[in-house]
């Protein structure tokens, strides 16, 4: 039987907390700082593996989502319209069962059109690019602050959900 990915963490998790980070010499504080890291990062990571598929998933969609969105009525200079029409042709490429990798890809698309809409959009529409941009990067912030809540480094994680309550619901 091979173990799950799981089993093989939680083996390591116990490996190192039991066994090797405790024979660190006491006088090694960088080693023994680092060494905390690394076991909050392995449990985080414990944490977030049943969730990660799901996580990566409604980022992708919500990002194709408000691509969709602000390529509509592209009107402007050629900087402007040529990363509309790039983020159209993201829009329908395939990186494969990827859902990281696709939003990889799409947030740079509207990236590459937030800066080209700077240059050479028409005003209306540069506007309306502005708004659903806005509104895509205040969910995205929402789920990266969930996804790394456990870190301890947000100002205010009691007013953001859980990964399990934000994975389950459709935040798209």
Same mark, same amino acid.
């Given at each position: ?18 066994? @090797? ?107 309306? @690019? ?15 602050? @969930? ?26």
């Amino acid at each position: 039987m091979t173990p799950s990915i799981e089993v093989r963490l939680t083996s390591v998790l116990h490996g190192l907390r039991d066994v @090797v980070f405790p024979a660190i010499n006491p006088d090694e504080a960088l080693a023994i700082e680092q060494s905390g890291l690394i076991l909050a990062q392995l449990t985080m990571l414990m944490e977030q593996l049943p969730y990660a598929e799901r996580y990566h998933r409604l980022c992708s969609e919500d990002a194709r989502s408000a691509a969709d969105a602000i390529v509509q009525g592209a009107s402007g200079g050629p900087s402007s319209v040529s990363a509309a029409e790039a983020l159209t042709a993201m829009l329908t490429d395939s990186v494969g069962d990827d859902a990281h990798a696709d939003y990889l890809v799409i947030a740079g698309g509207i990236a590459a059109l937030t800066n080209a809409i700077a240059e050479d959009a028409d005003a209306g529409w540069r506007v309306r @690019v502005n708004s659903e941009v806005l509104a895509f990067s205040i969910r995205q912030n929402t789920r990266e602050r @969930v996804w790394f809540k456990d870190a301890g480094f947000d100002p205010n994680p009691s007013e953001l959900p859980d990964l399990a309550s934000l994975c389950a619901a459709d935040q798209t």
